[in-house]
Structure formats: C-alpha cells, structure tokens
C-alpha cells in the first residue's frame, strides 16, 4: 500500500482530490513506511529467538539440497547490502531514535531507494520460494498489492 500511495501523489489529478486531506495523507504514508521497514527488518533479523527466514532456513538444513544451498547463498549475497540499508534504517530511525543524528542524516547514511526495496521484497519472495519448493514441496504465492485498497481509500475520500 505504501508503494500504491507513494506511486500514485505525483498524479496531477489526485494531487487535487487529496489537497484536503494532505496532512492525513503524509501521516499514512510515513506510518506505511516505517511498518515496511519494520516488517523487513524482522523478516531478515539474525537473532536465534526469532520467528524470521534465518531460522526457517537453520530449522531446513538437514532437508536442504546442495543446489538449493547454492541458489540461496547467491539470494543471500545479493540481497545482503540491502538488508544493511534495512537495518540501519529500523536501527537509528523507525525501531529506535538515535540521540547522535537526526532521521535525515539517517536516511542520507541509509542511502535507500525505493527500486531497493521492490527488488529486496523480490528477492526474499524468491528465497521463501525455493525453500519451500525444495525441502518441504510446497509453492508459495506472494500479493504485495495494495493498489485496489489504496484507490478505494482514495475514492471514499473524495465522495
């Protein structure tokens, strides 16, 4: 939904519709933003005592083959330096507010893009989905889209 609302502001059209409510507006999609990186962050987190896709992999790895091992070593190379900006991001900002810089310093040390997170939300659906497929024969779909909820947000909005 984030992305739907984010996507769709720069829209001349809905710019009018929503002028009224642009502080509702800014509110939702900063809320929106940071419950991504929060979702993120504890879907990549490395602790032990966690429900997170490191211990679902540690609780699979008798079962994993050495292919499979190979694709998700490449996923996990790949998605690391984003992962990086993730953390950062929840560390010193959304999880916690650091005493030493503020959040756009943050975000400038973050140094995230928006095309990051859509190919880090890709690639972790691709992680999940050949474990799944591979240890435990099970195909697993993903609807990240929030487009519909958004624009029906939108039009009970402006009504």
Same mark, same amino acid.
């Given at each position: ?100 810089? +503020?959040?756009? +310093? ?54």
């Amino acid at each position: 939904m984030w992305r739907a609302m984010r996507d769709e502001r720069r829209d001349k059209n809905f710019q009018g519709k929503l002028k009224r409510y642009s502080r509702f507006y800014i509110a939702a999609e900063n809320a929106l933003f940071n419950s991504l990186i929060i979702i993120l962050y504890k879907t990549v987190e490395n602790r032990k005592d966690t429900i997170n896709i490191n211990s679902y992999k540690k609780s699979l790895m008798d079962d994993i083959s050495e292919d499979t091992q190979v694709a998700l070593s490449k996923i996990e190379k790949r998605i690391k330096p984003l992962v990086t900006k993730i953390c950062i991001l929840r560390n010193s900002t959304v999880g916690h507010q650091s005493m030493n810089l +503020d959040a756009g +310093d943050v975000y400038d040390k973050a140094d995230l893009w928006v095309s990051e997170i859509r190919q880090l939300l890709s690639d972790l659906q691709e992680l999940l989905y050949v474990l799944a497929k591979d240890v435990q024969d099970t195909h697993v779909t993903f609807n990240l889209k929030g487009t519909q909820s958004f624009k029906n947000l939108v039009d009970d909005l402006t009504c």
